[in-house]
T-cell receptor, first 115, second 110 residues
Framework: GAVVSQHPSRVICKSGTSVKIECRSL??????MFWYRQFPKQSLMLMAT?????????EQGVEKDKFLINHASLTLSTLTVTSAHPEDSSFYIC???????????FGSGTRLTVV | ELKVEQNPLFLSMQEGKNYTIYCNYS?????LYWYRQDPGKSLESLFV?????AVKQEGRLMASLDTKARLSTLHITAAVHDLSATYFC??????????FGTGTSLTVIP
């Protein structure tokens, strides 16, 4: 079955530094990938949609200069949290849309803690 | 923006009992998904419902979709402790973007 690898699973960083999270589709090509954020005991909120080779589309209220998304290949999308602050601490999850159409596969998530 | 609401938000039920979780969404969509999330984990896909009247069952869980009413249900039959988790429904729009429901935290009590 389709597998999406997300790395790292956990990261702790200091305020003001940047953190990069990778999302890879291992056995299929993902023309579209999605990034979500989930605060404790809350639902998943779509942050942005990234299409291979083009700029990401951000949801309203998400700062594109703070959450940099790059989707340079059909199997890799990255999310970089720049100048991280404690309020950015959250669980970040990516998902990839396979070419079969309706098949979404979620990554294992990244727990970001900013201290 | 597509809005998705679930109820109840919290559900505590005894083993062996039945219950239904409801998922309402605000605009037309013919694709509805159910996921399970355990604490600290990502999402596990449970069901994909792609047409009006679709019904799918897996073990003690059964999901249905009524696109005219913009309603999906997740029915739990004879609950067991292993079903304790948070359950999310999600609806996809025409741009393939997912919008998740508020989640239902289920606790099954022995």
């Amino acid at each position: 079955g389709a597998v999406v690898s997300q790395h790292p699973s956990r990261v702790i960083c200091k305020s003001g530094t940047s953190v990069k999270i990778e999302c890879r589709s291992l056995d299929f090509q993902a023309t579209t990938m999605f990034w979500y954020r989930q605060f404790p005991k809350q639902s998943l909120m779509l942050m942005a949609t990234s299409n291979e080779g083009s700029k990401a589309t951000y949801e309203q209220g998400v700062e594109k200069d703070k959450f940099l998304i790059n989707h340079a290949s059909l199997t890799l999308s990255t999310l970089t949290v720049t100048s991280a602050h404690p309020e950015d601490s959250s669980f970040y999850i990516c998902s990839a849309l396979g070419s079969a159409g309706y098949g979404y596969t979620f990554g294992s998530g990244t727990r970001l803690t900013v201290v | 923006e597509l809005k998705v609401e679930q109820n109840p938000l919290f559900l505590s039920m005894q083993e062996g009992k039945n219950y239904t979780i409801y998922c309402n969404y605000s605009t037309t969509s013919d694709r509805l998904y159910w996921y399970r999330q355990d604490p600290g984990k990502s999402l596990e896909s449970l069901f994909v419902l792609l047409s009006n009247g679709a019904v799918k069952q897996e073990g003690r869980l059964m999901a249905s979709l009524d696109t005219k009413a913009r309603l999906s249900t997740l029915h739990i039959t004879a609950a067991v402790h292993d079903l304790s988790a948070t359950y999310f429904c999600a609806v996809a729009n025409t741009g393939n973007q997912f919008y998740f429901g508020t989640g239902t935290s289920l606790t099954v009590i022995p």
